[in-house]
């Protein structure tokens, strides 16, 4: 099995909305093909940062299908298809495989803050009710809990649809345990944009990113660079690249990242839907001049 399952760096691609807050599909698929020239190899669609949580199952469905029709194959995509209730995400998931997607992007419930036998049979239940292979998406400072190591093995070796893991818990020695119990076959990808090189270092072998909505070039050479043997250069590019990513949190991701999209690109990526509000004026003075200072504006 290929190693990283979807390509190197997968971007959770923003969704871009019109001014009265409705879904803009056409910015959607102007953005999805702005992505895959500049860098990236495969899209999350509707994850956290494409705002899944305040999107209905309507505008989810016909969203995703616009992507995939769009795309034609091109590139893989993977829905986001995660809720805190098990039955709704199993619904949620198969109504992403009838989208034609290629994978599943599936966070852990959050809010209940399952034990961990409970994040074994949601995630079983889900695994079962799709043919799709399923990325496992830890990321406790959304969920309010952690998926542990071992969880996520026992997943993995029960279920060969289980195929990568989204590590978001900004652990590095959650990261190498990962690597220790896993089945060699399992993709771990970084979900820290700034953390992607000391994963790396103990045995994630892509990203799922949020900066690479507007700079996946510097992410990918970075990548790159390492599993190539330079680690200088991957080194010296993680310094170039740290602070811009940490630009794209000033505030709740996606309100820079979205902003930044509209500047960098072209494209209108809108504003985010409440309970995230626009970016604030101090927020984007400072974002502007970060984008000025690495050349991504003028």
């Known amino acids: 099995m290929t190693k990283p399952y979807f390509g190197r760096l997968l971007t959770a691609m ?3 909305f019109n001014e009265d807050g409705s879904v803009n599909y056409e910015a959607g698929c102007q953005l999805a093909d702005w ?5 990236t190899d495969g899209l999350v669609i509707e994850g956290s940062t494409g705002e899944a949580a ?65 994040y074994y049979q949601h995630f079983a239940a889900v695994a ?34 289980i195929v990568a893991v989204k590590e978001a818990a900004g652990n590095v020695a959650q990261t190498a ?3 220790r119990v896993l089945p060699e076959r399992v993709s771990i990808y970084s979900g820290d944009d700034g953390l992607v090189l000391p994963f790396m270092a103990v045995g994630a072998c892509g990203l799922i990113s949020v900066l690479a909505n507007c700079n996946g070039k510097i992410l990918q050479d970075l990548m790159q ?11 010296e590019l993680n310094k170039e690249m740290v602070p811009l990513a940490k630009a794209m949190f000033m505030e709740s ?15 209108p990526a809108g504003a985010p839907r409440l309970p995230l509000t626009p970016i604030s004026a101090e927020a984007e003075a400072k974002l502007d001049a970060v984008l000025r200072e690495y050349g991504m504006v003028k």
Do not use: W
């Not at 992505?35 to 860098?39: E, P, Q, S």
């Not at 795309?71 to 209730?85: F, K, L, S």
């Not at 660079?225 to 080194?235: H, I, K, L, T, W």
């Not at 991701?253 to 494209?267: D, H, L, M, S, Y």
């Open 225 to 235: 660079a390492y599993v190539e043997g330079r680690v200088q250069d991957a080194a």
């Open 128 to 161: 079962r009710a799709t043919k799709l292979p399923i990325i496992v998406y830890n990321v406790p400072g959304r969920t309010g809990s952690n998926i542990l190591p071992a969880t996520i093995a026992r997943l993995a070796n029960d279920f060969a649809n």
């Open 35 to 39: 992505l895959l020239a500049n860098g």
């Open 14 to 16: 923003v969704t871009p």
């Open 253 to 267: 991701n996606p309100i820079p990242i979205k902003a930044a999209v509209t500047k960098v690109t072209g494209i």
């Open 54 to 118: 305040t999107m209905t199952m309507e505008e989810k469905i016909k969203f995703m299908q616009t992507i995939v029709k769009h795309i034609g194959g091109r590139a893989p995509i993977v829905a986001g298809a995660g809720t805190n209730c098990t039955a709704s995400t199993i619904e949620l998931a198969q109504a992403m495989e009838k989208c034609g997607v290629d994978g599943l992007l599936v966070v852990g419930p959050y809010y209940n803050k399952p034990t961990q036998e409970g």
């Open 177 to 179: 345990e990962l690597y």
